[in-house]
């Protein structure tokens, strides 16, 4: 059972959201979640596995229950939380997925992580401009990523809402329009390596 109500609540806090397929989960979620949690000063982190993502193949995608549990395998649900509520909410495209949980959690104040990687393909997104503008986002290195992501489309497109490194503990508080590009540890372990070498699901050490 989720611990995230679909229909939403009163709760006054600031979440992180960590989007994708999670096929499977792995460290590399797990390591950006606590630097989320530290580096933003955060409540919490949310680990929304998506039903399915429309800018991926369904060949080689875990069926949906697989992924969710090696999500919950490294969430602590208290400030790290595997979710399905996205598939409860039937939405696959992020912007509307965020537009309806704004709407429901009125008094969350949401920001939107992602790797370097998400960023050099946002272009691909639906309706990314307008993502940019109702949460603010937060991006980390990726090995093999960084260089793509910051002379895209999407960093030129969106450069007059980029602000300093130094102004992610406040990305909270703004309620979008805002992103910054964060100087965390980088990590460069691949779902898709994971797969290919067996590792599925993953055998995940409690260490949270």
Known sequence: MSQIPKYGDGRSISVGLLGGSFNPAHAGHLQLARYALTHLRLDQVWLMVSPGNPLKSRAGMAPFPD?????RALADGRRI?????????????TVETVS???LRFPRVRFVWLMGADGLASLTRWRRWRDLA??????????????????????THALRHLRVP????????????GVWAFLPA?????SATALRDSGHYPPA????N
């Open 100 to 102: 309806l949980l704004r």
């Open 204 to 207: 995940l050490s409690r260490t």
């Open 133 to 154: 503008l109702i949460v603010p986002m937060a991006i980390v290195p990726r090995p093999g990523s960084n260089r793509t992501a910051l002379s895209g489309q999407a």
């Open 81 to 93: 939380i595997a979710t399905d509520i996205e598939a409860r909410l039937g939405k696959r495209y």
């Open 185 to 189: 540890p980088q990590n460069g372990i």
């Open 165 to 176: 490194a130094r102004q992610g503990p406040v990305l909270s508080r703004r309620k979008g």
């Open 67 to 71: 992924r969710l549990a090696t999500a």
